[in-house]
């Protein structure tokens, strides 16, 4: 495996991480009225870390370009919630961890 791949597997772990670690804040922070929506995320990002995890393991440029797809999806709407909210952290935040994610991605594809 190339350096494109391990960077693009670890780009998209660490994002999956974080997004992992905002959904734990939110269930954590989650009054009764907003719990359920807390854990549905909270599912999701649970899965995405495991699909990242996994695609280490896997050795597959094809494995870790889906979840780098995913995660650069997550990451791109993130931005936008946090645009609407309007937090520029959670703005700028997510969108340049969507761009690294995106460029590690075309790299590994083209190397």
């Known amino acids: 495996m190339t350096i494109a791949f ?3 597997a670890a780009i998209t772990l660490i994002s999956a991480l974080v997004s992992l670690g905002y959904a734990i804040a939110g269930l954590r922070g989650a009054d009764a009225e907003a719990r359920t929506a807390s854990e549905y995320a909270f599912s999701r990002s ?3 870390a495991i699909a990242a995890i996994v695609a280490l393991f896997t050795a597959s440029v094809a494995f870790v370009a889906a979840v780098a797809l995913a995660m650069v999806i997550v990451q791109l709407v993130d931005a936008v919630i946090g645009a609407r909210i309007p937090d520029r ?3 700028f935040g997510p969108a ?3 761009l690294v994610n995106a460029a590690a991605l075309v790299w590994m594809l083209a190397s």
């Open 89 to 91: 952290v959670k703005t």
């Open 46 to 48: 649970i899965a995405l």
């Open 96 to 98: 340049a961890t969507a």
């Open 6 to 8: 391990w960077f693009c």
